[in-house]
T-cell receptor, first 111, second 115 residues
Framework: GEDVEQSLFLSVREGDSSVINCTYTDSSSTYLYWYKQEPGAGLQLLTYIFSNMDMKQDQRLTVLLNKKDKHLSLRIADTQTGDSAIYFCAESPAGTDKLIFGTGTRLQVFP | GAVVSQHPSWVICKSGTSVKIECRSLDFQATTMFWYRQFPKQSLMLMATSNEGSKATYEQGVEKDKFLINHASLTLSTLTVTSAHPEDSSFYIC???????????FGPGTRLTVT
């Protein structure tokens, strides 16, 4: 199947770290992505990781990939109120151009 | 990153009419464009994939005669919702991919409301 699952909601205090988790099912996926969507807007690509990598860091963002468990996570360090949004993980199965999106995690950051 | 625009950003139409949504890649040539729809508080569902100069590939369950896609140039794809009904009301988002397979850029979306 092509189900990508995420927890629906995460609430964190400003300045803390946020960890958003994602479980995917297609082990052939070559790229895995994290997108951010603010209310009423399109998607912004945050970062992506190639399937032969375990970790990727980009400023406040750290992506961890456990290919054995098909588990992807996004850690946001020093979370700010501007980080409040919905975060989608997505996988790109090998041999296709498609993106299969997760259910989305709504991150709420409170002062 | 690359810029993708959509027009209009929102549209209200009456049942039975047709609506055209444009998706443009502004600073790169998009060999492939994708159309998604998103219901409130739900994820994005891929509707179709279009390659410049060829017919679109529709996902299972998407009516190709209802959602007409034209990818006439490397910078423009259009989605026409024909004979719109209230259940077609949704947020439609396009994305565009250039020569690098690992990057796909999304438009800001078009909110369609059918009354």
């Amino acid at each position: 199947g092509e189900d990508v699952e995420q927890s629906l909601f995460l609430s964190v205090r400003e300045g803390d770290s946020s960890v958003i988790n994602c479980t995917y099912t297609d082990s052939s996926s070559t790229y895995l992505y994290w997108y951010k969507q603010e209310p009423g807007a399109g998607l912004q690509l945050l970062t992506y990781i190639f399937s032969n990598m375990d970790m990727k860091q980009d400023q406040r963002l750290t992506v961890l990939l456990n290919k054995k468990d098909k588990h992807l996570s996004l850690r946001i360090a020093d979370t700010q109120t501007g980080d409040s949004a919905i975060y989608f993980c997505a996988e790109s199965p090998a041999g296709t151009d498609k993106l299969i999106f997760g259910t989305g995690t709504r991150l709420q950051v409170f002062p | 990153g690359a810029v993708v625009s959509q027009h209009p950003s929102w549209v209200i139409c009456k049942s039975g009419t047709s609506v055209k949504i444009e998706c443009r890649s502004l600073d790169f040539q998009a060999t492939t464009m994708f159309w998604y729809r998103q219901f409130p508080k739900q994820s994005l569902m891929l509707m179709a994939t279009s390659n410049e100069g060829s017919k679109a590939t529709y996902e299972q369950g998407v009516e190709k005669d209802k959602f007409l896609i034209n990818h006439a140039s490397l910078t423009l794809s259009t989605l026409t919702v024909t004979s719109a009904h209230p259940e077609d009301s949704s947020f439609y988002i396009c994305s565009a991919r250039g020569t690098r397979r690992d990057e796909q850029y999304f438009g800001p979306g078009t909110r369609l409301t059918v009354t």
